[in-house]
């Protein structure tokens, strides 16, 4: 018998899929990644699971065929440095092939919430 869907998952889904979709539509704070972006955008909403949500959403990105295997930084591009020193050493991590890698996680995780919620 499956299990019934938790309630709480459903908040989390729906809290970060509204800061996701504002992160497509173009607010973006160059200087984060998708997390720092999604805290910021639930901060100004007076969302306080802000933790809650990025954790749940981190949960996804081992699905995510780019996934770096790094669970604090899941975008990975440079061969040489670390996914760690990439985002470290890159001003702005929504720009050039890393940030095209970023924007297809953020689909991804779209994607994927929208799938649950069907």
Known sequence: MASAPNPYH????????????????????TAMGICGNVRKILWHRNFEWRDEVVQHMSGMFPEWEGYSGDPVYPVYTDKILSPHGQYNHTPDVWAGEYGDARRDLLCFLIATIRQRGE
């Not at 459903?10 to 607010?27: C, F, K, N, P, V």
């Open 10 to 29: 459903a908040i989390l889904d729906g809290a970060l899929l509204s800061a996701l979709e504002s992160i497509l539509d173009g607010t973006i704070d």
